[in-house]
């Protein structure tokens, strides 16, 4: 095993994730305040499960989302 490719690969792959995350959430919370279903000043609860099927991995991340 290249450990300095297993990283690099990692990294591209959490880079990939945490920016359409980030877009994916932010229409989420524009459409939902459009809509009128959240004023724009809530704390929401997040979570996000990272696995892996062939390594038997599934990791749970929470946490807090804060609109104001």
Avoid: H
Avoid at 7 to 36: H, P, Y
């Amino acid at each position: 095993m290249n450990d300095e490719v297993l990283n690099m690969s990692i990294r591209r792959f959490l880079k990939t994730v945490g920016v359409n995350s980030q877009l994916a959430i932010e229409k989420a919370v524009r459409k939902a305040i459009e809509d009128g279903k959240l004023k724009g000043s809530e704390t929401l609860p997040v979570a996000m499960t990272l696995s892996v099927g062939a390594l038997a991995l599934e990791v749970k991340f929470d946490g807090d989302l804060k609109l104001d």
